[in-house]
């Protein structure tokens, strides 16, 4: 019914920046909370930042004044900011989104996550 797929990931330097996308298709009535979540091999897949269907937002402390989060209501699209890069940020990053899929009901989806390499 719905699907969600991150886009924007790749290799970058050391203090550079990438915009990461969500964008969420099928059928759905809204769009209700969407997080951002990354795992790095060995590790725990860690929550980064959420974003509310107002636009209030909540980020973690590895990643507070470095990355932001946006939504384009329009475009059914979620986007992560990130900036000054550094190598411990490598991981694969997930989007999270509580979709209302009937009248009455919400069900969280998953992406199927994209690469982000920061390396020199």
């Known amino acids: 019914q719905v699907q969600l797929v991150e886009s924007g990931g790749g290799l970058v330097q050391p203090g550079g920046s990438l915009r990461l996308s969500c964008a969420a298709s099928?059928?759905?009535?809204?769009?209700?909370?969407v997080g951002w979540y990354r795992q790095a091999p060995g590790k725990q897949r860690d929550l980064l930042t959420t974003?509310?269907?107002?636009?209030?937002?909540n980020y973690a402390d590895s990643v507070k004044g470095r990355f932001t989060i946006s939504r384009d209501n329009a475009k059914n699209t979620v986007y992560l900011h990130m900036n000054s890069l550094q190598p411990e940020d490598t991981a694969v990053y997930y989007c999270?989104?509580?979709?209302?899929?009937?009248?009455?009901?919400?069900?969280?989806?998953w992406g199927q996550g994209t690469q982000v390499t920061v390396s020199s």
């Open positions: 974003i509310t269907s107002g636009g209030s937002t």
């Open positions: 099928g059928s759905f009535f809204s769009i209700n909370t």
């Open positions: 999270n989104a509580k979709v209302q899929t009937t009248v009455w009901g919400f069900v969280s989806y």
